[in-house]
């Protein structure tokens, strides 16, 4: 996981799995670390806590669903450091809804923000990898697009559609130099994120069994614990590194084996 020299980025730097990747990425020896978030004060935070771990570190403010704020932002990092080696696309919305109470708008916020601006920020990165010959992607999928889970249809398809759409990158890139992975969290203990998710519809979990409560959802788990932050960090810059250069368009689970039951 030597990260030695390399300039990387991650997006919803400002806090949890976002925060501890960059700081990550500073600790493996990485000299430069762009941090991008739409919540400033959270991402200068971050920024400072890279720069104490080592490295130079900048805060870029991006708004995943908007296409000119990515574009800007890229354009900011690229002038910055000169180069990407490695693009951490973390950053997005954990969503739950009731599908028949879903509107068109909070649809269009989840998937614009998770799925479209993967979409678009992979596209930056890959402009700016082709023109240097080489670096690496890692995309953020989530456990609720291969486990099935109440009220996570939307949630489903943005975070699906962003481990297949890594697929076909993979495949595009591999003989530009590009590699292109995902990760995919399980249940993971986080601190609130500094930008409130959007509201949702109550669920109304008819004919269910009562699910458990949010303090237990560990116990779900094949582990019986909550997956740490650094964990998932850990996986990213592994996938970042030399260490891992033949690994390319991979979807890896960080979930400590698996679920009894994914339902809560």
Not at 68 to 84: E, K, N, T
Not at 134 to 156: E, H, L, R
Request: charged share 15%; proline share 3%.
């Amino acid at each position: 996981m030597d990260m030695t020299g390399k300039s990387a980025l991650v997006t919803g730097a400002a806090s949890g799995i976002g925060r501890a990747t960059a700081i990550r990425y500073a600790e493996r020896g990485a000299a430069h670390v762009a941090c991008l978030d739409i919540h400033e004060a959270g991402n200068r935070d971050t920024a400072r806590l890279v720069e104490a771990a080592g490295a130079e570190a900048i805060a870029v403010h991006v708004d995943l669903g908007s296409v000119p704020s990515i574009r800007a932002a890229y354009g900011a990092v690229a002038a910055a450091f000169g180069r990407i080696d490695a693009a951490a696309h973390i950053g997005g919305y954990s969503w739950r809804g009731e599908t028949v109470d879903v509107t068109e708008a909070q649809w269009d916020l989840v998937i614009g923000v998770n799925l479209r601006g993967t979409f678009f920020c992979c596209q930056e990165a890959l402009r700016l990898m082709y023109a240097q010959g080489s670096g690496t992607i890692v995309n953020m999928s989530a456990d609720a697009a291969f486990f099935p889970i109440y009220g996570f249809a939307v949630q489903a398809a943005g975070k699906g559609g962003i481990a297949l759409m890594s697929e076909t990158l993979a495949h595009e890139a591999a003989r530009r130099g590009v590699r292109v992975n995902v990760v995919s969290p399980g249940i993971t203990r986080v601190e609130p994120t500094g930008n409130a998710r959007p509201a949702s519809p109550n669920l109304r979990r008819e004919s269910l069994p009562n699910p458990p409560s949010a303090e237990s959802m560990h116990q779900q788990t094949a582990a019986g614990r909550w997956m740490k932050a650094d964990e998932i960090a850990d996986a990213v810059v592994y996938l970042s590194s030399d260490a891992a250069s033949g690994i390319n368009g991979t979807l890896l689970h960080i979930n400590g084996g698996g679920y009894i039951t994914l339902d809560y």
